[in-house]
T-cell receptor
Framework: NAGVMQNPRHLVRRRGQEARLRCSPMKGHSHVYWYRQLPEEGLKFMVYLQKENIIDESGMPKERFSAEFPKEGPSILRIQQVVRGDSAAYFC??????????????FGPGTRLTVT | AQSVTQLDSQVPVFEEAPVELRCNYSSSVSVYLFWYVQYPNQGLQLLLKYLSGSTLVKGINGFEAEFNKSQTSFHLRKPSVHISDTAEYFCAVITGYSSASKIIFGSGTRLSIRP
């Protein structure tokens, strides 16, 4: 039973390039969350998606960032025209669908983005 | 607005000594509280959670936490730490009533164990 998978684990981009981060949720999970962790800080919520729907993007920067979770395939967090301030660890989490209040989110190992 | 405060950014402890990591939250509605552990270069792992019921919650690796509503605290404790407990610990809260909500994390407490 594979956990949440993220790739790549490490990504280096030059300023102005695009970064694409992928997240495959746990089997059977239909909720995906993206968080960003800046150095020496806690995780900050970015976006919450269900299949083909963005439910809550209140933590996403207004420009250059976008996320999707298509019907087939992984969730993608896309950062266009990266800047040095985008350097961080990006974590994906997933949770199962349906009723109940377990509120438990399972985290992937993260993608560490370095912008040079 | 809800928030989570971890007062100690770093806690050094000798091996086999007890430890308490402090967490306070602010929220005007019911909360669900969590502690996560992050080992170096890894993702977060759930240690324990409080949803309802008994205020003393037991988690993995010998950790436990107590929900104190009057003090709005959820401190994490372990009676005897091991070198392998060296990690960063995050307190987190979810408020709201939907089946899935965003987690608000504290800034983390780095636990370092001295032999």
């Amino acid at each position: 039973n594979a956990g949440v998978m993220q790739n790549p684990r490490h990504l280096v981009r030059r300023r102005g390039q695009e970064a694409r981060l992928r997240c495959s949720p746990m089997k059977g999970h239909s909720h995906v969350y993206w968080y960003r962790q800046l150095p020496e800080e806690g995780l900050k919520f970015m976006v919450y998606l269900q299949k083909e729907n963005i439910i809550d993007e209140s933590g996403m920067p207004k420009e250059r960032f976008s996320a999707e979770f298509p019907k087939e395939g992984p969730s993608i967090l896309r950062i266009q025209q990266v800047v040095r301030g985008d350097s961080a660890a990006y974590f994906c989490a997933s949770s199962p669908p349906g009723t109940g209040y377990s509120y438990e989110q399972y985290f992937g190992p993260g993608t560490r983005l370095t912008v040079t | 607005a809800q928030s989570v405060t971890q007062l100690d950014s770093q806690v050094p402890v000798f091996e086999e000594a007890p430890v308490e990591l402090r967490c306070n939250y602010s929220s005007s509605v019911s909360v669900y509280l969590f502690w996560y552990v992050q080992y170096p270069n890894q993702g977060l792992q759930l240690l324990l959670k409080y949803l309802s019921g008994s205020t003393l919650v037991k988690g993995i690796n010998g950790f436990e936490a107590e929900f104190n509503k009057s003090q709005t605290s959820f401190h994490l404790r372990k009676p005897s730490v091991h070198i392998s407990d060296t990690a960063e610990y995050f307190c987190a809260v979810i408020t709201g009533y939907s089946s899935a909500s965003k987690i608000i994390f504290g800034s983390g407490t780095r636990l370092s164990i001295r032999p």
